[in-house]
């Protein structure tokens, strides 16, 4: 029991993630420079990313306001990061600087939502306030009006995409639009679908991607595997002694 729990351990830690709240706006001069690092960096930074855009989005502007109010936030503005009810940053340079090493410090923490904590694969999706805009596994998907069921949300931001698209196409047809705005900026992709009126952006490479990603889990894994072996080897080798 004590080697899996270990194995597990080591397993876990090898594909952790980072859940944030991101609260941005589009115009706001600081978020043009914070918003194509997130953009761009998310899945680099192994990030799970909650945004609300609240200049265009009007919906967002309450829920922006009911997070800070909720956790009593003494100052406020955008761009502004949750981790958790206590840690945040706020500030363009802030965030630059610090992302990344909050990023590792907070590894495998929940998300911090209005109605507490949840683990990202715990969270009912259309019940999350607003319009947010979900990043995750290379992908974004945009919340729409309809209700979506969460085993739908969760293959769109994990499945083959080609797989995904085939076993729900009664209710998938095409995007036209293949960018998602930011501040003074957009991240375009190859490929974008709406799932109902939700809208899902990815890149048509990921097949290969997934494939390369795949490859290098299972060497990954074997390696802690071997790691794990030469470790009770050498410990029941010092018991002998």
Wanted: charged content about 30%.
């Amino acid at each position: 029991m004590k080697k899996i729990l270990i194995f597990i351990l080591l397993f876990s830690l090898a594909f952790s993630r980072t859940c944030i709240v991101y609260i941005s706006g589009i115009g706001c001069p600081h978020c043009a420079k914070v918003d194509p690092f997130i953009f761009n960096n998310f899945e680099k930074l192994n990030l799970t990313v909650i945004e609300y855009e609240i200049y265009k989005d009007k919906e967002n502007v309450i829920v922006a306001t009911n997070y800070w109010q909720k956790y009593n936030i003494p100052y406020y503005g955008v761009p502004f990061i949750f981790f958790d009810e206590k840690n945040y940053i706020v500030g363009d340079e802030p965030i630059l600087k610090n992302l990344e090493e909050y990023s590792k410090k907070f590894e495998n923490n929940e998300c911090l939502l209005l109605n507490g904590k949840k683990k990202f694969d715990e969270i009912d999706f259309n019940s999350l306030p607003g319009k947010p805009k979900i990043f995750y596994n290379n992908r974004i998907l945009v919340k729409g009006n309809s209700y979506l069921s969460n085993e739908i949300i969760k293959e769109a931001l994990n499945e083959n995409i080609s797989i995904f698209i085939e076993k729900y196409k009664d209710i998938i047809r095409e995007n036209n639009e293949k960018c998602v705005e930011y501040s003074f900026g957009k991240k375009c992709f190859s490929g974008s679908i709406l799932i109902n009126d939700w809208q899902l952006f990815f890149d048509t490479q990921e097949k290969k991607e997934e494939k390369v990603k795949e490859e290098k889990n299972y060497l990954l894994i074997i390696v802690l595997a071997i790691i794990l072996s030469i470790l009770i080897y050498l410990k029941k080798k010092i018991k002998k002694k």
